[in-house]
């Protein structure tokens, strides 16, 4: 997989693609992707979007 998007809008659309198309959670994304959690988490907080485990997406 090519890396993630710096970007921080950019890593939104793509980690809730991936979310919605691919993953059932979170935590499966980051382990297939080794994708640090917490810094994703961080990276999208900056930009007021917390993840929903029950939507499974960052809103």
């Not at 793509?14 to 990276?43: H, M, Q």
């Amino acid at each position: 997989m090519e890396p993630l998007p710096k970007d921080p809008v950019m890593l939104l659309s793509l980690i809730n693609t991936k979310l919605r198309d691919f993953y059932p959670s979170l935590d499966a994304l980051c382990r297939d992707l080794g994708v640090d959690r917490t810094a994703l988490t961080e990276t999208l907080e900056r930009l007021d979007y917390h993840y929903s485990a029950e939507k499974n997406r960052f809103l």
